[in-house]
C-alpha cells in the first residue's frame, strides 16, 4: 500500500522575508456515504501581524463551518467561504490593528474522484495530467487585466510586469461583499496520475512549465513539495514571498479513501491535535479577547475528523508534520 506521503503533502517557506502570512490546512471529512480531503490555502495581506492573522482566521474559520455545513460540495464549500470572510470582517472592525487585513483563499474538497474549488484572490490552482499543465481557478488580480492590454498592442510585456498595479488584488476576503468569486459549476473528473497543486503567488516566482516539470519528476507529493520549495530558495530572492505548496496525487479510484485512512490510522497513534493552526501572538502583555475567540471557535465545534495545519516560518511537509509546526 502506498504511503501519504506518495498521495498528499503540503508545506511552506517565508522567502526572503522573517515573517510567514500564508496559512493551510488539511482535513478528512466523511458525511453520510463519502469521503474526502477538504485542502485549503490563505495568503495574508496588512502587514506582518495582520495578514498572518487573517490567513490563520480565515483557513480555521472555513475548515470549522465546512465541518458543520449541509448540502452539496458547493454549497459548503460557498458558505464557508462567506463565514471565513464575515469572521475577517468582525475580527477588522473590533480591533484597529487589523482594520486592514484580508487575504486571498483557495479551498478544494476531493471526493468520489472529483474536485471541487471555490476561491478569492490569486493563489493559483493546477492540475498537472496527461495534457500538461492547466490552471484551474482564475486569477482575480490585475495581471488579467493588463495582460489584455497587451493582446491590444496596449502596453508591452517589459511595460507589463514593470507595471506597480500587477499584484494589485480585484477581490479578496476582507469582510465585504465578495467582487469575485471563482467556483465550478461541474465538478472536475480526476483521472489516474493528476496532480492537483495548490499554491500561494510566491511559487509563481517559478514559471508554470517549471512548476510541471518539477512535480512531474518527483512521483511522491513529499518529494515534489521539497523541490519546489528547494527551487524557490534557490533563487535567492532578497524579497521574495511566502510560498506555500499542497499536492495531491489521484493514483486510482479509491485514492482519497486510502488517505482518509492513513491519517485515521496516524492521527490514532498520537496524541489529539488541534483541527486549526491560530494565528501568532500579536504582542506581550494582556491576553487578547479576539485571540481567544479566534482559538477556540474552530476547537469548540464538532469535527468530523482530525486535520493537519501548518503556519511555519520554515518548510514543513506534510509526511512529517501533524498539528501545527514552529
Same mark, same amino acid.
Request: glycine residues 10%; charged residues 25%.
Given at each position: ?66 465541518? /458543520?455545513?449541509?448540502? #452539496?460540495?458547493? !454549497? ?9 470572510? =464575515?469572521? %475577517? +470582517? @468582525? *475580527? ?61 498592442? /496596449?502596453?508591452?510585456? #517589459?511595460?507589463? !510586469? ?9 477581490? =479578496?476576503? %476582507? +469582510? @465585504? *461583499? ?149
Amino acid at each position: 500500500m502506498q504511503g501519504l506521503s506518495e498521495l498528499l503533502a503540503g508545506g511552506q517557506i517565508p522567502g526572503g522575508r522573517d515573517y510567514q502570512e500564508d496559512a493551510f490546512q488539511i482535513t478528512r471529512f466523511r458525511q453520510a456515504d463519502s469521503e474526502g480531503l477538504l485542502l485549503v490555502l490563505a495568503d495574508g495581506m496588512g502587514g506582518h501581524i495582520g495578514g498572518a492573522r487573517a490567513s490563520e482566521l480565515a483557513v480555521a474559520t472555513f475548515v470549522a463551518r465546512f465541518e /458543520r455545513a449541509d448540502g #452539496e460540495p458547493g !454549497e459548503r464549500l460557498r458558505e464557508s467561504l462567506e463565514a471565513a470572510n =464575515a469572521a %475577517i +470582517g @468582525e *475580527d477588522a472592525a473590533s480591533d484597529p490593528r487589523y482594520a486592514e487585513m484580508g487575504c486571498t483563499l483557495l479551498a478544494c474538497l476531493v471526493s468520489d474522484d472529483r474536485l471541487h474549488w471555490v476561491s478569492v484572490g490569486d493563489s493559483p490552482l493546477w492540475r498537472l495530467g496527461a495534457d500538461g499543465m492547466t490552471r484551474l481557478n482564475a486569477d482575480h488580480s490585475m495581471r488579467p487585466v493588463l495582460e489584455d492590454l497587451v493582446e491590444l498592442g /496596449r502596453m508591452t510585456p #517589459e511595460e507589463l !510586469e514593470a507595471d506597480p498595479r500587477v499584484n494589485q488584488l480585484r477581490s =479578496a476576503l %476582507i +469582510g @465585504e *461583499d465578495l467582487p469575485m468569486v471563482d467556483q465550478n459549476e461541474q465538478p472536475l473528473a480526476l483521472a489516474a496520475d493528476d496532480r492537483i497543486i495548490l499554491a500561494s503567488d510566491g511559487l509563481e516566482s517559478l514559471s508554470v512549465q517549471e512548476i510541471g516539470e518539477l512535480v512531474q519528476g518527483h512521483a511522491a507529493p513529499a518529494d515534489a513539495v521539497a523541490a519546489l520549495l528547494d527551487a524557490i530558495e534557490a533563487l535567492g530572492r532578497p524579497g521574495q514571498d511566502n510560498t506555500t505548496v499542497v499536492v495531491y496525487r489521484h493514483t486510482e479510484s479509491g485514492s482519497v479513501g486510502r488517505c482518509v485512512e492513513q491519517m485515521e490510522a496516524t492521527t490514532e497513534k498520537r496524541s489529539p491535535a488541534t483541527t486549526a493552526s491560530q494565528a501568532p501572538a500579536v504582542d506581550a502583555g494582556e491576553p487578547d479577547k479576539h485571540e481567544e475567540q479566534e482559538s477556540a471557535a474552530p476547537q469548540d465545534q464538532p469535527v468530523e475528523g482530525e486535520s493537519v495545519s501548518a503556519a511555519a516560518h520554515k518548510k514543513g511537509l506534510f509526511s512529517r508534520l501533524f498539528g501545527r509546526k514552529s
